[in-house]
């Protein structure tokens, strides 16, 4: 059979596929997504990544520089009543609501009306105060009368002119006149009590006891016991209320001063550790953007929560233009040490893979190198840099993400 060569053509392609298996497909065409025109790495830049102009153009760099961080735990929570700056009102005497004076939210001085209320009892202890001292001054004027007659009976019984009976009974006489006056002035000061239970100071009390009985009108106004805002109020017109001596329980207003607020949160376990009794804080609120409230942490509970694993603490807010209201959402920075200058980079520039942080840091001849970093606290969205970075280094800032998808390592 006579030997048959391959033609010209056929020898290209064997020449061609000798090639590829040999040196892999990059030996005939670009990296596909790779632009041809990319400039390879200098010599002993092992790592390296060489952007073309058109990919420089879409990258944007920032030099690395030093920024002060604290060390601080961020964390949320709401914004609650200060309980020892609140005050929760009591009504004083028993009976039908007929007026609400103060509303919730109202700011309310001290002695200022908070509600009216139909009080029976008070008009009845006001009567009793009034017989109470009519009783009284009754006793004692006849207290008076017995001293004068024991007086007399005991002179004429001197000067041989009266009985010593009759001067014996002056002195029984004188003695129940006696127990009656001291028992007149226990009831009085009795009564006189009730009013002061029922919310009445002595200079209301005087002012009854010289007030007839018919001038005494049912209508009886309760008044704020400290000056603040009305928190709550659970009473409603018409209600009928129980005093406190009644078994009233549940209180009809509640005063608070909101110049100091309480805002309550929980940490994570595993920064329990760090927390201190007296750290500063920095407390926002998204209703006032920007603006930064001056706290102290005031109280950390003995232990975890059984139901979220976290650790209950409180702080005290300075709050003297009532921008902070109850329940509102906040979210603060515990500073938990000294501050302390480090590297730092925006927040845009870390590439993060699972728990590892990465940084692209552009050289002075235009190559580009992925770095691992160790991070540490952020601050207005820029990042510690803790190990990986020094001061001046140049690292980029937008477009991390298609460097990841040319430089292979996304």
């Known amino acids: 059979m006579p030997l048959v060569f391959p033609s010209r053509a056929e020898w290209a392609i064997l020449a061609a596929a000798a090639l590829v298996f040999a040196f892999g497909a990059d030996a005939l065409w670009p990296a596909a997504g790779v632009s041809a025109d990319r400039q390879a790495p200098p010599p002993g830049a092992s790592g390296r990544f060489a952007p073309t102009q058109e990919e420089w153009a879409g990258l944007a760099t920032e030099r690395v520089e030093t920024r002060v961080f604290r060390p601080q735990e961020i964390a949320e929570g709401n914004i609650a009543i200060d309980d020892d700056l609140t005050t929760p009102v009591f009504s004083p005497y028993s009976g039908r609501v007929a007026q609400l004076i103060a509303k919730l939210g109202d700011k309310v001085e001290h002695g200022a009306p908070l509600f009216a209320v139909e009080a029976t009892e008070f008009v009845q202890a006001a009567n009793d105060l009034i017989a109470a001292v009519a009783a009284l001054k009754t006793a004692r004027a006849q207290l008076t009368q017995a001293e004068i007659n024991e007086k007399r009976a005991h002179e004429l019984y001197l000067a041989k002119g009266g009985a010593l009976k009759d001067w014996q009974q002056s002195q029984t006489d004188l003695a129940a006149a006696q127990n009656t006056a001291r028992s007149a002035e226990t009831a009085l000061a009795a009564v006189r009590n009730r009013l002061r239970i029922l919310g009445k100071g002595d200079r209301e009390i005087a002012a009854l006891e010289a007030q007839p009985t018919q001038k005494l009108e049912p209508l009886t106004i309760v008044t704020a016991p400290i000056a603040g805002i009305v928190t709550q109020r659970q009473v409603g017109l018409g209600q009928y209320i129980l005093s406190v001596t009644s078994g009233g329980s549940a209180p009809v207003y509640t005063i608070g001063d909101l110049s100091t ?26 209703a006032h953007p920007g603006r930064i409230f001056k706290a102290k942490l005031s109280w950390i509970a003995s232990g975890i929560d059984k139901d979220t694993r976290r650790l209950p603490v409180r702080a005290d807010v300075e709050n003297p233009d009532g921008a902070l209201k109850p ?16 590297p730092s980079v925006p927040q845009s520039a870390i590439v993060y893979e699972g728990d590892t942080a990465r940084v692209w840091v552009a050289h002075d001849d235009r190559t580009i190198e992925s770095r691992q970093v160790t991070t540490g606290q952020t601050s207005d969205n820029m990042v510690e840099i803790r190990e990986g970075l020094s001061p001046g280094e140049t690292v980029v800032t937008r477009g991390t993400l298609f460097i990841d998808r040319a430089g292979g390592t996304g």
């Open 327 to 342: 329940m509102m959402f906040a979210s603060f920075k515990i500073i938990t040490g000294e501050a302390m200058a480090a």
């Open 261 to 286: 607020v309480w805002l309550i949160a929980n940490i994570r376990e595993a920064d329990a550790a760090r927390m201190r009794v007296g750290q500063a804080v920095e407390v926002t609120v998204p």
